[in-house]
């Protein structure tokens, strides 16, 4: 079965190594310049670096349908510069995942594939696709709504490690982001971490830096632009989050649902 997901951010990644380890194909899409923070766990990077692989599983730029066919014939994950899901559709996919994590639906419908999936707020069960997956953490984090919408975007970013907003830099100015550390270093309270333009960006907590955009990309003032876990476990930089598995099991849970209601018709 081959499953198409919108974006090829943390937590699409995560998604699609655990569904591509329980034996589904998998193809992803993403904009031409993505912004991910946390970019030694997302395909993302393979639109800059033409592959990259988190935790030994191996995703590939694709330059359209036929050459994805071709990378997933190998084992591999395709990574299609796709934003208006033109291409990955061509492949017919059994599933389409929206894991754009937009906190809105950007145009996904439930038409556009056998069974559709929307992750996080602005969707809706039966509506605009077939059922949702809570991305908000707490009790319900990674929990199938067959029925009804996920909780609406709370604004805030969630508790990691006993923090919540201090964990996010953020760009203090529209320009191009200059890094003065680096993903795996730790940085202390007020410590100087990047330039964003010629504005000086300091961090609000101490900790690990487990995300941090790359040198050179273009950013608007308040754009999160890396972040840091106070948890200061080093393998946090190299692995999916709690979040990104949570949401794969509940995605999982809703295929094999819906495979066994067709099976049974």
Not at 177 to 202: C, F, M, N, R, S
Request: glycine share 12%; aromatic share 6%; proline share 5%.
């Amino acid at each position: 079965m081959l499953i198409a997901i919108k974006g090829a951010g943390d937590l699409a990644t995560g998604i699609a190594c655990r569904l591509h380890r329980c034996g589904f194909q998998i193809v992803c899409t993403d904009i031409e310049k993505p912004t991910t923070v946390r970019c030694t766990v997302a395909f993302s990077r393979v639109v800059y670096d033409g592959t990259a692989a988190v935790t030994g599983v191996t995703a590939r730029l694709a330059k359209d349908a036929e050459d994805a066919r071709r990378i997933i014939g190998e084992g591999e994950i395709p990574i299609l510069i796709d934003p208006e899901y033109k291409e990955a559709k061509k492949l017919e996919p059994a599933v389409l995942v929206d894991a754009i994590i937009a906190k809105k639906n950007i145009g996904t419908r439930i038409t556009d594939a056998p069974l559709v999936v929307g992750i996080g707020p602005g969707f809706t069960s039966g509506v605009d696709c077939h059922f949702c997956v809570e991305s908000n953490r707490g009790h319900d984090m990674g929990r199938t709504l067959y029925e009804g919408s996920p909780e609406p975007d709370t604004a805030t970013p969630g508790n990691v490690g006993g923090f919540s907003g201090e964990r996010i830099i953020r760009a203090t100015a529209d320009g191009i982001w200059h890094p003065a550390v680096k993903i795996t270093d730790v940085v202390e309270k007020g410590q100087l971490v990047a330039y964003a333009g010629e504005e000086p960006v300091y961090a609000n907590m101490g900790g690990i830096v487990r995300g941090m955009l790359p040198e050179g990309t273009p950013v608007t003032k308040g754009l999160k632009s890396g972040d840091i876990d106070a948890r200061c476990k080093l393998e946090n930089c190299f692995t999916p989050s709690d979040k990104a598995n949570a949401i794969a099991g509940g995605i999982l849970e809703g295929v094999l649902y819906y495979t066994k209601l067709l099976e049974g018709k």
